[in-house]
Each structure stands twice: as C-alpha cells, then as structure tokens.
Nanobody, 114 residues
C-alpha cells in the first residue's frame, strides 16, 4: 500500500504559477508517478508522467508550461505549473503506478481565475 497526499493547490490568476507536491508514505523509486486532473463535467485526464526509468511525458495541452519532477529521497513528486490558464482549473490527482497496481491521492483543487 502507498498513501499519497497532494498539496499546493489554490486560486491563482491567469498567467500565474503553482507548484503541486505529492508526498508518498513509502519509497516511490519503482513507481511510475503521474499527475492527472479532472475538471467539472469532464473525464479525468493524464497531465504528466515520470517513469521509474526517468522518462517524462506530458499532455499536449500542458507541454512547455508544466514540469513534473521527483525526489526519490523524499518520496515526493512535484508538478510545476507555469503560465496557467482558466482551462487548467481542475482537481489534480497524484497517482503511483507499478505492475498494474494503482494508488491515488485525494486530490487538490487548482482554480485559475481573475
């Protein structure tokens, strides 16, 4: 079992920045760590992924604006979000994935509005 706790969400103006953190209850070194988001009335979508092998992938909608990183010594994954847009408004979820097992955090709300 892995417990994941997200933090760092909030209200930000368009063009602003936020950094989300996801703290895990145990080592995440073997996990692929993902950030997903779900906007009201929409399906949950994968935003960014960081494999245990060191590869990163991003949704087209956030490429060049969001950066995923991980610190295995702190059992923490981050999502740096820059140039935020109103359409980035959603609940952001951290996900740990390993051999078909999936663990999820409770989510953190990000609202981009003037």
């Amino acid at each position: 079992q892995v417990q994941l706790v997200e933090s760092g969400g909030g209200l930000v103006q368009p063009g602003g920045s936020l950094r989300l953190s996801c703290a895990a209850s145990r080592s995440i070194s073997v996990f692929t760590m993902n950030w997903h988001r779900q906007a009201p009335g929409k399906e949950r979508e994968l935003v960014a992924a960081f494999t245990y092998g060191g590869t990163t992938n991003y949704a087209d909608s956030v490429k060049g604006r969001f950066t995923i990183s991980r610190d295995n010594t702190k059992n923490t994954v981050y999502l740096q979000m820059n140039s935020l847009k109103p359409e980035d408004t959603a609940v952001y979820y951290c996900n740990a994935e390993f051999l078909g097992l999936n663990y999820w955090g409770q989510g953190t709300q990000v609202t981009v509005s003037s």
